[in-house]
């Protein structure tokens, strides 16, 4: 098994369309036998879920992302966990124990300007403006 995280400086980065690595944990037996960092070289939005794809994942966690690359990734056959925050390594061995703090409903429909972010919201709901 093999899963992937939206990845910066160690921690889970909040926005799947504009990321430019991803952590990639191999998985046997319950345990992570190997991990790599992967540059998406540019890649974004839909065409990630096929670069995942193309890596053999079968598993996403990330912090934001929007409902076209939700799609892509369902029909790339990656599994989703959106919603999640924090260091990576500690997150996907949450996940491995069943205990992975995430939020399905996650959904971040709108564009991103002028440096803002998902995480500017303070929350993982990220399906309008800041300040509308």
């Known amino acids: 098994m093999k899963i992937a995280v939206t990845y910066e400086n160690g921690q889970i980065f909040q926005h799947f369309g504009h990321t430019e690595q991803f952590k ?3 998985v046997e037996g319950g345990k992570v036998t190997g991990a790599e960092v992967v540059d998406t070289n540019g890649s974004g939005h839909g065409a990630l879920a096929g670069f995942l794809k193309d890596l053999g994942v ?3 966690i990330c912090g934001g992302i929007g409902g076209g690359a939700r799609a892509a990734l369902a029909q790339a056959g990656v599994e989703l966990f959106p919603g999640a925050v924090g260091d990576a390594d500690v997150q996907v061995n949450a ?3 069943g205990k992975l703090a995430y939020d399905p409903d996650t959904v971040c429909s709108h564009h991103h300007e002028g440096g803002h972010d998902c995480a500017d919201h303070g929350s993982h709901e990220c399906g ?3 300040g509308e």
């Open 58 to 60: 079968n598993a996403l």
């Open 128 to 130: 309008h403006h800041c």
């Open 95 to 97: 996940y491995l124990a």
């Open 24 to 26: 990639v944990y191999t």
